[in-house]
C-alpha cells in the first residue's frame, strides 16, 4: 500500500543498485533527523579530510558498529558521551595539540567526584580506538595522536589469610558470596568469570574448568582452561545444573554488593575487594614457589615462551599442576582458621595424577602430545620426554 513515510533512497556501489529505507515518520523534521544518522551510520567514507569529518560522528558511528557489540558496552556508550559534549560540532581537524590538552584537564571534573587517572585514561581509549578504526578503514585520511595520563602505581593491598577466612565465615547467610569466594580461591578468574561459571564448563573426568562459557568469543580479558582443583572438586561436585552461582535463582550481573556486604560482616579493610582475592592468590602462588608460566596460565596471561605449546598444554596430566596443589595447600590452611569444613585435607593428593585409561582419553583427544612413564609405586605419570613443538 501507499506510505506516507519519508523514504531515504541511496546507490550501493557494493551492489550496483539503488537502494531505499523508510524513515518511519511522515514528518519532515523528524526524517531529516533519521536522514542525518543514516549517513552517519550507513555514508560511504573514502580518506577523507580530518576538516571534513565531525568527531562526534566518527565516535556514533565506532559504538553503532563495535563499541555496543562489546562486553563493556555501557563503558563505551558513556564514554563517547563524553567525548560529545567536549568536541560538539568540532572537525577532527579541530583535534590541536592545545585543544586536547584542555579535554585532557577538562575530563577529571566531569564526575561528582574527580575521576581518577586509570578511569580517565579508559574514556581516553574508547576515542582513540574509534579515531584508529576509522583511520584503518580508510575513511579519514589522518587522526591525531591522543595521550593518555600519567597513573601513579598504588601497592595493591594482599589480603592476609586471616581476611579471606573472616570473608568465608561472613558469608553463612549470603551462600552466592560464599560460592563466588570459593570459585574464586580455585581458578583465580576475574570476577565476572566466576559469576558465568556453569556446570557444561566442568569436565570432572579430566578435572578441567573451562573459564570460557561455550560459544563465547574470547576477548583481550583471556578466559583460560584450569584444572580443577581438590577444593573446586568436592565443592562443585553433585547434582545441579546452570549456573553455579545464583541470588534467589537468578543470574547474578555483580557481586560487588554481597562483597561489600560480606566485607562489613567480617570487619575486613576496605581495602578489600573482589579483585583482591585473585590479586592475593597470585602473589601466593609467586611466594610459594610456583614458577610464572603456571600462574600465568592460571590467570589467563599469555606466555611468548609458550604461545606454540598452549593450544595443547591443557590435556597434559600435569598441567599447572604446581599452581593447583598449592591452591590446595592454601585452602587446607584457610580450613584451620573456619567453623566450617571448605576442604576434606586428607583427600588433597601430593601430586596431579591421571590413571591410566584416562591418560588414553588424554592422548586421543590432540594426539600424541608427550612421551610420559606410568609409575605403578607412585601411581603417577612421570614425563620421559616432551613433544610440544
Same mark, same amino acid.
Given at each position: 500500500?501507499?506510505?506516507?513515510?519519508?523514504?531515504?533512497?541511496?546507490?550501493?556501489?557494493?551492489?550496483?543498485?539503488?537502494?531505499?529505507?523508510?524513515?518511519?515518520?511522515?514528518?519532515?523534521?523528524?526524517?531529516?533527523?533519521?536522514?542525518?544518522?543514516?549517513?552517519?551510520?550507513?555514508?560511504?567514507?573514502?580518506?577523507?579530510?580530518?576538516?571534513?569529518?565531525?568527531?562526534?560522528?566518527?565516535?556514533?558511528?565506532?559504538?553503532?558498529?563495535?563499541?555496543?557489540?562489546?562486553?563493556?558496552?555501557?563503558?563505551?556508550?558513556?564514554?563517547?558521551?563524553?567525548?560529545?559534549?567536549?568536541?560538539?560540532?568540532?572537525?577532527?581537524?579541530?583535534? #590541536? /595539540? $592545545? +585543544?586536547? =590538552?584542555?579535554? !585532557?584537564?577538562?575530563?577529571?571534573?566531569?564526575?561528582?567526584?574527580? @575521576?581518577?587517572?586509570?578511569?580517565?585514561?579508559?574514556?581516553?581509549?574508547?576515542?582513540?580506538?574509534?579515531?584508529?578504526?576509522?583511520?584503518?578503514?580508510?575513511?579519514?585520511?589522518?587522526?591525531?595522536?591522543?595521550?593518555?595520563?600519567?597513573?601513579?602505581?598504588?601497592?595493591?593491598?594482599?589480603?592476609?589469610?586471616?581476611?579471606?577466612?573472616?570473608?568465608?565465615?561472613?558469608?553463612?547467610?549470603?551462600?552466592?558470596?560464599?560460592?563466588?569466594?570459593?570459585?574464586?580461591?580455585? #581458578? /583465580? $578468574? +576475574?570476577? =565476572?568469570?566466576? !559469576?558465568?561459571?556453569?556446570?557444561?564448563?566442568?569436565?570432572?573426568? @579430566?578435572?578441567?574448568?573451562?573459564?570460557?562459557?561455550?560459544?563465547?568469543?574470547?576477548?583481550?580479558?583471556?578466559?583460560?582452561?584450569?584444572?580443577?582443583?581438590?577444593?573446586?572438586?568436592?565443592?562443585?561436585?553433585?547434582?545441579?545444573?546452570?549456573?553455579?552461582?545464583?541470588?534467589?535463582?537468578?543470574?547474578?550481573?555483580?557481586?560487588?554488593?554481597?562483597?561489600?556486604?560480606?566485607?562489613?560482616?567480617?570487619?575486613?579493610?576496605?581495602?578489600?575487594?573482589?579483585?583482591?582475592?585473585?590479586?592475593?592468590?597470585?602473589?601466593?602462588?609467586?611466594?610459594?614457589?610456583?614458577?610464572?608460566?603456571?600462574?600465568?596460565?592460571?590467570?589467563?596471561?599469555?606466555?611468548?615462551?609458550?604461545?606454540?605449546?598452549?593450544?595443547?598444554?591443557?590435556?597434559?596430566?600435569?598441567?599447572?599442576?604446581?599452581?593447583?596443589?598449592?591452591?590446595?595447600?592454601?585452602?587446607?590452611?584457610?580450613?584451620?582458621?573456619?567453623?566450617?569444613?571448605?576442604?576434606?585435607?586428607?583427600?588433597?593428593?601430593?601430586?596431579?595424577?591421571?590413571?591410566?585409561?584416562?591418560?588414553?582419553?588424554?592422548?586421543?583427544?590432540?594426539?600424541?602430545?608427550?612421551?610420559?612413564?606410568?609409575?605403578?609405586?607412585?601411581?603417577?605419570?612421570?614425563?620421559?620426554?616432551?613433544?610440544?613443538?
Amino acid at each position: 500500500g501507499v506510505t506516507d513515510h519519508w523514504q531515504i533512497t541511496w546507490y550501493d556501489r557494493e551492489r550496483r543498485q539503488t537502494r531505499q529505507r523508510s524513515t518511519g515518520t511522515g514528518d519532515f523534521e523528524q526524517a531529516k533527523v533519521a536522514l542525518a544518522e543514516h549517513y552517519v551510520y550507513r555514508g560511504a567514507r573514502v580518506d577523507e579530510a580530518p576538516d571534513a569529518v565531525l568527531i562526534t560522528h566518527v565516535l556514533m558511528r565506532y559504538h553503532h558498529e563495535h563499541g555496543r557489540k562489546l562486553a563493556s558496552a555501557e563503558v563505551s556508550g558513556h564514554a563517547v558521551a563524553l567525548w560529545q559534549r567536549f568536541w560538539g560540532g568540532s572537525t577532527v581537524g579541530d583535534m #590541536t /595539540l $592545545a +585543544r586536547i =590538552e584542555e579535554f !585532557l584537564g577538562w575530563l577529571p571534573t566531569t564526575g561528582k567526584r574527580p @575521576l581518577k587517572p586509570s578511569s580517565v585514561n579508559r574514556i581516553l581509549a574508547v576515542g582513540r580506538a574509534a579515531l584508529e578504526r576509522a583511520r584503518r578503514r580508510q575513511e579519514i585520511k589522518r587522526v591525531p595522536a591522543i595521550p593518555g595520563v600519567a597513573v601513579t602505581r598504588q601497592r595493591l593491598y594482599r589480603a592476609t589469610v586471616g581476611d579471606i577466612a573472616r570473608l568465608l565465615m561472613a558469608t553463612d547467610k549470603l551462600p552466592h558470596v560464599r560460592r563466588w569466594l570459593i570459585g574464586s580461591l580455585c #581458578t /583465580l $578468574a +576475574r570476577p =565476572e568469570a566466576v !559469576l558465568e561459571l556453569a556446570r557444561p564448563q566442568l569436565d570432572f573426568d @579430566l578435572r578441567r574448568i573451562d573459564l570460557n562459557q561455550p560459544g563465547r568469543m574470547q576477548s583481550h580479558k583471556h578466559r583460560p582452561v584450569v584444572p580443577m582443583t581438590e577444593l573446586a572438586f568436592q565443592q562443585m561436585s553433585g547434582d545441579w545444573t546452570g549456573l553455579w552461582i545464583t541470588y534467589r535463582a537468578k543470574p547474578i550481573a555483580d557481586i560487588k554488593m554481597g562483597f561489600h556486604r560480606a566485607r562489613e560482616r567480617a570487619g575486613v579493610s576496605a581495602a578489600v575487594t573482589p579483585y583482591t582475592v585473585r590479586r592475593t592468590l597470585s602473589t601466593e602462588l609467586r611466594r610459594r614457589g610456583v614458577p610464572p608460566w603456571e600462574i600465568a596460565g592460571f590467570l589467563g596471561h599469555s606466555v611468548r615462551e609458550y604461545a606454540v605449546t598452549e593450544e595443547y598444554a591443557e590435556y597434559a596430566p600435569d598441567y599447572l599442576g604446581h599452581a593447583a596443589r598449592e591452591l590446595d595447600a592454601y585452602a587446607a590452611e584457610l580450613q584451620t582458621h573456619l567453623d566450617f569444613e571448605l576442604l576434606r585435607t586428607s583427600r588433597v593428593p601430593e601430586k596431579c595424577s591421571t590413571e591410566p585409561e584416562d591418560m588414553e582419553k588424554v592422548m586421543s583427544i590432540k594426539g600424541e602430545i608427550g612421551r610420559r612413564e606410568w609409575d605403578r609405586t607412585t601411581d603417577h605419570f612421570h614425563v620421559k620426554e616432551v613433544l610440544y613443538h
